[in-house]
T-cell receptor, first 115, second 114 residues
């Protein structure tokens, strides 16, 4: 079975530009997570969706960040305008259900560089 | 507040040697604990998980972990390390709040010498 699929794998763009990251969760999983990984802050949860509805967006750093999940098989994380400090690896993860014991399955990430 | 501490940032072992990676957590209730591994350029892969019952849990790739409530620890072990085990390892605890939110430790980077 296919795992979590993220695109693009790498993105390099200039500050001020809009960046859109994409995620396809594992089929049948109804929980989706967006994380950011940096050397300074480690892994941070940005936003959590359940059944396509945003449940917890307390980790979204500022209004420049937005996330959507229009259907069960697709989610986007958008940064507009982008800034150099947004450079990081962004991961999408999905899980079957939202019980505390449900493991999260991660994609390979998008490495974002803002110049 | 819930937290996870991995005291060792870097560990280097020789191939064939035993390995123990430390993890301490802070959580009031019975924790759900996980170990993930991240190889360079890849996402996190679940190694094993602990919910309840037997305090020694077996995972993939020959790893095991032992839950010790008295020490608030969940250390990861492997009796004989292979060069392919070089990666970063993350301990995580699932916290209450209505869903399976994970709090991750800072990670331990493992290097394996031939």
């Amino acid at each position: 079975d296919a795992g979590v699929i993220q695109s693009p794998r790498h993105e390099v763009t200039e500050m001020g530009q809009e960046v859109t990251l994409r995620c396809k969760p594992i089929s049948g999983h109804n929980s989706l997570f967006w994380y950011r990984q940096t050397m300074m802050r480690g892994l941070e949860l940005l936003i959590y969706f359940n059944n396509n509805v945003p449940i917890d967006d307390s980790g979204m750093p500022e209004d420049r960040f937005s996330a959507k999940m229009p259907n069960a098989s697709f989610s986007t994380l958008k940064i507009q305008p982008s800034e150099p400090r947004d450079s990081a690896v962004y991961f999408c993860a999905s899980s079957l259900g939202q019980g505390a014991g449900q493991p999260q399955h991660f994609g390979d990430g998008t490495r974002l560089s803002i110049l | 507040a819930q937290s996870v501490t991995q005291p060792d940032i870097h560990i280097t072992v020789s191939e064939g040697a035993s390995l123990e990676l430390r993890c301490n957590y802070s959580y009031g209730a019975t924790p759900y604990l996980f170990w993930y591994v991240q190889s360079p350029g890849q996402g996190l892969q679940l190694l094993l998980k602990y919910f309840s019952g037997d305090t020694l849990v077996q995972g993939i790739k020959g790893f095991e972990a032992e839950f010790k409530r008295s020490q608030s620890s969940f250390n990861l072990r492997k009796p004989s390390v292979h060069w392919s085990d070089a990666a970063e390892y993350f301990c995580a605890v699932a916290v209450s709040g209505g869903y399976n939110k994970l709090i991750f430790g800072a990670g331990t980077r493992l290097a394996v010498h031939p």
